[in-house]
């Protein structure tokens, strides 16, 4: 139990930690790597929950091809960002204000949680006990059943992500030379081989 | 693990919709740009076969749960449906002939709307809040990308990425509210939330969650405060996305909200309706006062549908049936409007070049009398003068203001609908009064006129026979409360 205490504070400590220096950090490429190390902190909070395909997932998807993806934006694009932080200071009163008030309100409402008796009774159940499916199992089976609606609306933002893409960036170019690999197979010797019999000493 | 059956029949129009989208990205592809027309006109078949699916499945008056009660079916959202479809089909019509001239030549074009479309339809089906997010973001994604589809123009491209921010950034305010609703109640799903919030102590956390969902709604109905992103946008985004941006979006956002106010969070009327009341009132009166001065077309449209939604919201406020069906009618009257307002907005171009300056309506009524009588039974309709639709719709939610003890709001309304008569005035003075300037081209094309005649005709006529919207509206009301 204590190691497990420890653990966790010890997770969610540095993934506060990083959330900060993200936003804190000068050099945007110093930001993208300690959002990596966020989410490597919160795959192993996700652990510590007994979630383990979560954390695999998270740590494969947000840090292998997010944060990723990520980095090369930030290095690839040309921004200036000291000029786009140049209002920070200007912002700085009201934006603060804003952030105490909100931290006040979580206050209040931290101060007053309350659940009812009746939420731990709605709460769905809709997956077995642990000890009889492992995790990945158990989110398959409500995945593909009781969520399939979610699961296939999801499927539709992302072909609509993908039209969009496509819309936005595909340029047809001018003069780009394709390989044509129909009209290469379809050649046959007879349409581009002719025999030619050439008198001695004439030439072609 | 035991067999369950899954429920798909009450959401049959939607998967209809959803397969007929990825089949005509099929045509698309294989016949390239050329096939526009034919993706267009393909597109607003399937709405048309879609709409007669939704009467088959669902018909007037019941209501119907769908995978395992993440959809629901009934005929608040078949009314909401029918009028996405006619302004989403509407929108198609109108585009045609602008993405020709001004060479944006996409097929993917009606798709995205078809898309976007479908987004709206689950949208008004979603029985809890995750099927209401994965609803709203298919219909977002697909308008950010609608309203950035002329990349090479600054304008076009600035006002998708203005929307796309901002809209991240509502999607947020959105989810975080999700989540604390689901932390206090322990559900998303909205009979159950209904069924556990009928006790008289509702907790802090939830009142937050519900404000923050709301922050996130009233982003989408671009109601004051959270209405900035809207005149640039409707004024960088081409014309015809725009028509689309303001009508079967707004209508399928306010249909939303009504939905999410008034199933889950019903038994808690009082908790809510002060944040409604206050981004009513803010709409109305920003929607009356900062139209007066603005010179683009696109941009006093934005500000007059701010202000429209001010007015819809009052039929919120009031939390009743009534208000409801006031709300309905209202939107239902709004659609036909701004559709044809934005069809004679298509019809300006000088020399083949599209003007948006509300000066070059000048003189309209020596150059092009009948529209300039189009463009007048609209403005008279949106300043909500008798015997004109757009009266009836005003009428409807004051009522229901009144109804339920909320006169202050009454008050505030008719006196902004009465500055906002000021700009709508305006116009129809520029158009009779004034000396025309530059002569807007002519013949315009076909399809417009036919959109301008069916839509004037309508708010001319409402009044003759209004029972058809009046009793489906009242039906659809009706069967909110019953759920």
């Known amino acids: ?204 | 693990m035991e067999a369950t059956t899954l429920v798909l029949m009450p959401a049959i129009p939607e998967i209809f919709l959803a397969c007929a989208g990825m089949a005509l990205l099929m045509v698309g592809v294989f016949i390239g740009d050329r096939s526009l027309r034919l993706v267009s006109w393909l597109a607003v078949g399937s709405f048309v076969i879609t709409a007669a699916l939704l009467y088959v499945f669902t018909g007037w008056g019941g209501r119907e749960l769908a995978f395992g009660g993440l959809f629901v079916a009934d005929s608040f959202a078949l009314f909401a449906k029918l009028f996405i479809l006619l302004g989403s089909a509407v929108a198609i019509i109108l585009s045609m002939d602008y993405l020709e001239r001004e060479h944006t030549v996409r097929f993917e074009y009606p798709i995205l709307i078809l898309f976007a479309t479908l987004g709206m339809m689950m949208m008004v089906s979603a029985n809890s809040l995750i099927s209401l997010y994965v609803g709203l973001e298919l219909q977002s994604l697909a308008l950010y990308v609608l309203a950035a589809i002329r990349r090479d123009t600054i304008r076009s491209t600035e006002a998708g990425l203005k929307y796309f921010v901002l809209g991240a950034l509502s999607s947020g305010m959105l989810l975080y509210g999700s989540s604390m609703i689901y932390g206090f109640t322990g559900s998303v799903d909205f009979t159950v939330l209904a069924n556990s919030l009928a006790g008289d102590e509702v907790s802090v956390g939830l009142i937050v969650g519900i404000v923050f969902l709301s922050v996130g709604l009233a982003f989408k109905v671009s109601a004051v405060p959270f209405h900035m992103w809207t005149p640039d946008v409707y004024e960088g985004a081409p014309t015809p996305v725009t028509a689309l941006f303001a009508s079967a979006p707004k209508f399928a956002a306010v249909v939303l909200f009504c939905r999410v106010m008034v199933e889950p969070f019903g038994n808690i009327v009082d908790q809510w309706q002060q944040i409604i009341v206050l981004i009513s009132i803010g709409s109305m009166v920003l929607g009356a006062l900062a139209a007066i001065n603005q010179t683009n077309i696109k941009r006093l449209m934005a500000y007059s549908s701010i202000g429209h939604m001010g007015y819809a919201l009052i039929g919120l406020a009031a939390g009743s049936e009534i208000g409801i069906r006031g709300v309905l009618i209202y939107m239902a009257i709004y659609i036909v409007m701004n559709l044809g307002t934005f069809a004679i907005i298509l019809c300006m171009r000088h020399q083949g070049r599209m003007v948006e300056g509300i000066s070059d309506l000048a003189g309209l009524s020596k150059t092009h009398p009948m529209m300039a009588v189009a463009l007048t039974i609209f403005m008279f309709s949106m300043a909500g003068i008798p015997p004109l639709a757009g009266f009836f719709g005003k009428l409807y939610v004051f009522l229901a203001a009144i109804e339920a003890q909320l006169y202050t709001l009454a008050v505030i309304g008719v006196v902004s609908s009465v500055v906002g008569a000021f700009y709508y005035l305006r116009i129809v003075k520029l158009m009779y009064f004034d000396e025309p300037v530059e002569i807007l081209d002519r013949p315009i094309p076909r399809e417009m006129g036919a959109v301008i005649t069916i839509s004037g005709l309508f708010t001319l006529l409402f009044f003759l026979w209004p029972a058809p919207i009046l009793n489906a509206a009242a039906q659809a009301a009706a069967s909110l409360f019953a759920g």
């Open chain 1, 1 to 204: 139990m204590v190691i497990q205490a420890l653990s966790f504070y010890m997770f969610a400590a540095i993934t506060v930690a990083a959330g900060v220096m993200v936003i804190a950090s000068r050099n945007p490429v110093y930001s993208v790597l300690y959002l990596i190390l966020a989410f490597f902190n919160a795959a192993g909070l996700f652990v510590l929950l007994g979630a383990e395909f979560l954390a695999m997932i998270l740590v494969v998807v947000y840090v292998g091809a997010v944060a990723v993806l990520f980095l090369f934006v930030v290095m690839m694009l040309d921004i200036n960002f000291v000029q786009l932080r140049e209002g920070f200071l200007q912002y700085l009163p009201i934006g603060g204000l804003i952030g105490v008030i909100l931290l006040i309100e979580l206050g209040l409402v931290a101060g007053t949680w309350l659940l009812g008796p009746e939420v731990t009774a709605v709460a769905a159940v809709p997956i077995l006990p642990a000890d009889q499916v492992s995790n990945t199992e158990a989110i398959g089976r409500v995945m593909y059943t009781k969520y399939v609606y979610l699961f296939q609306a999801s499927g539709l933002v992302l072909l609509v992500a993908m039209i969009g893409a496509i819309v936005l960036t595909l340029r047809q170019r001018e003069g780009v030379r394709k390989q044509s690999i129909a009209a290469q197979n379809a050649r046959r010797r007879e349409d581009v081989v002719a025999t030619v019999k050439v008198p001695t000493g004439g030439g072609v």
